[in-house]
């Protein structure tokens, strides 16, 4: 069967304008499991990253280099190990994440952490080594230090959750694998562009495919003139 | 006499390196001591001990009758607060920036406004609040970072260098503001500096330090009016000769500190003597000037430093010196590296140890 492919672009734009549900109902569950994963890996990504640029200890090269190259793991690979891990005979299988939005959330906060730690690490390391001792001296308690040191680094630290927002609503192993692409319960804009794809339905596949280029572009436009104007920074400085 | 702080035999390593080697020193309340001595011997690391952010290798370190247990120095850093030599500020507001150690100890915000304000006018910046901190003049930079510690009204001040990066006019004002902390709010305040004249003026003792060790410590008038062998090693600090002093029929005299270069000065002395000469009192020009000025050498620049409104360099006549002139006469006179200059200075310029 041919495809008839303008017929499937003016369909894809007419379901943009019309706000069919369907579609911004997958649109809605990328960015929510997309947000919430980078919320989770910057909690947790960002004190392992001032550990590791602000203490000095053994084989701190080599931890920076496990993270940098995890940040290319293959979705896939990830998703297959994390599909195996909770499962019902795997590990964390108890946990009942498979083909749920928590799997996919976890799923995407792991394969984001990498980013966020490597940029966030880099970042903190670039600040003037004398700010720890100059907010120690003003009185500042270590966490204190540190948090005046995380605050020099604010630019870095967005910066990585931009990155690892566009890998996680982009990647397509983890949802796909670890969400099992329920139809509106675990599928987001990539694993319903395959879904519909497969199928033939080509102005949905389209149509999620044209949002979901729209949705980075947006998403990097934004960042770029936040930067611009200091407005995310003066934010997060204002006393 | 109180002691607010005090060194009992510390000893500080960096690996293989002693930058402290037993150091003992009081530090009495009210007082303006300074640490005298060239770059490298250890001004600093003294200071950092003192603020408790660096930790001794050996010895004690006390605090106002309390003996100071690094691991458990938060407490007593709110006491005692440095000023860096570098400038180091956040990238925020100059508001920001005062405030921060009042926000750490939770001061009230009313209290917060009415202090950095405060504190922003005795450094003269009053109206600065809202400017952002990095876009300042450097000399302005320092003056923040000073109100930044004035505002915590500690009971140590520790001040690195205070002056050496500014321009005459931003130093007088720093100096002044140190002054009036301690004469007003009794601050006691110990600076490091190598500046000589600084260390005459401003302290009421003087430690010299040199390779680590407190060497002399006494007034400044003890300090300047023996002829201590010690001050022979401030010759790095620039514009320090020593040499054979011979009075002259003229009413000077004549020290010739070697390699050709004869200075003339107006303290009769004779024998051994050093000599400095402050790096503003020296007159630089492209040709042998008519002047005044009794001494006069010919030389090449062999070093240029941007201080930003000031440009330092050094000239070498035979001995190198130190010479500062501001960044526009640089810039006019078009000097660059290896050009052939004069400098001269008068007699009476001249301070003889």
């Known amino acids: 069967m041919a495809l008839d492919i303008p017929a499937g672009i003016t369909k894809a734009l007419e379901l943009i304008f019309t706000g069919d549900p369907e579609l911004y109902g997958v ?7 997309s947000g919430i994963a980078v919320i989770l890996a ?62 996919i959330i976890i799923g995407e906060a792991i394969l984001v952490t990498p980013i966020i730690i490597s940029i966030a690490a880099s970042a903190i390391e670039a600040v003037d080594p004398d700010i720890m001792n100059l907010a120690k001296t003003l009185g500042a308690s270590e966490s204190q230090a540190s948090v005046a040191v995380l605050k020099e680094a604010v630019n870095g630290v967005l910066l990585s959750n931009v990155a690892s927002f566009n890998r996680a609503i982009a990647e397509l192993g983890v949802a796909l694998l670890v969400g099992g692409n329920v139809a509106g319960l675990t599928d987001v804009l990539t694993t319903a562009i395959s879904r519909y794809t497969a199928r033939a339905e080509i102005s949905f596949a389209i149509a999620l495919g044209i949002l979901l280029m729209v949705l980075v572009f947006l998403i990097n436009l934004i960042v770029l003139l936040a930067r611009k104007t200091k407005m995310f920074v003066t934010m997060w400085r204002s006393p | 006499m109180t002691v607010t702080a005090e ?23 009210g007082e303006i001591l300074a ?15 003192l603020a408790f952010i660096e930790n001794a290798t050996s010895g004690e370190v006390w605090f106002q009758g309390e003996t100071v247990d690094f691991k458990r120095a938060e407490k007593f850093r709110l006491q005692s607060t440095l000023v860096f030599q570098r400038t180091v500020l956040f990238d925020t507001s100059v508001f920001n920036n005062v405030a921060y150690g009042l926000k750490v100890r939770k001061t009230p915000k009313s209290v917060i406004d009415e202090e950095v304000k405060n504190a922003l006018r005795m450094v003269r910046l009053q109206g600065f609040e809202k400017r952002p901190a990095k876009k300042l003049s450097g000399g302005e930079q320092q003056r923040v970072a000073i109100a930044r510690a004035l505002v915590l009204k500690p009971k ?17 004002m720093v100096e002044e503001v140190i002054a009036t902390v301690n004469r007003e709010m009794k601050t006691t305040v110990v600076l490091a500096t190598h500046n000589m004249f600084q260390a005459k003026t401003l302290p009421h003792r003087i430690a010299l330090i040199s390779d680590g060790r407190i060497t002399e410590v006494g007034a400044p008038a003890e300090i300047f009016g023996m002829l201590s062998r010690n001050l022979a090693s401030f010759a790095v600090v ?78 070498d006549v ?8 501001t960044k526009r006469s640089f810039l006019q006179m078009g000097l660059n590296l290896n050009a052939e200059v004069f400098i001269a200075f008068k007699a009476s310029s001249v301070q003889v140890l």
């Open chain 2, 35 to 49: 640490l005298l001595g060239p770059n490298g011997s250890g001004k600093t690391t003294i200071l950092k001990i």
């Open chain 1, 42 to 103: 910057t909690l947790w990504g960002t004190p392992i990253a001032m550990l590791i640029s602000l203490r000095e200890f053994r084989g701190k090269n080599l931890v920076k280099t496990f993270f940098t190259s995890l940040i290319g793991i293959p979705t896939v690979v990830l998703g297959l190990v994390l599909f195996l891990a909770f499962s019902n005979g795997g590990p964390l299988g108890f946990l009942g994440l498979l083909f749920t939005p928590g799997g």
């Open chain 2, 318 to 325: 035979g001995k190198p010196f130190s010479v500062q002139i």
């Open chain 2, 238 to 315: 620039g514009n320090t000769f020593t040499g054979n002093s011979v009075p002259t029929s003229e009413g000077t005299a004549v020290v010739d500190v070697g390699n050709g270069v004869r200075i003339e000065v107006t303290a009769q002395k004779s024998g051994e003597v050093s000599v400095f000469i402050n790096p503003q009192d020296i007159i630089l020009s492209k040709t042998a000037l008519e002047s005044s000025a009794r001494n006069v050498f010919k030389g090449t620049i062999t070093e240029i430093s941007d201080l930003g409104a000031l440009v330092k360099l050094k000239v």
């Open chain 2, 7 to 29: 060194l009992r035999n510390v000893t500080k390593t960096f690996g293989e390196k002693t930058v402290l080697d037993n150091i003992n020193l009081e530090i009495n309340e």
């Open chain 2, 156 to 172: 140590l001040l520790l001040l690195d260098e205070p002056t050496a990066n500014l321009d005459p006019k931003n130093a007088a």
């Open chain 1, 27 to 33: 649109v809605y569950r990328s960015l929510l499991f």
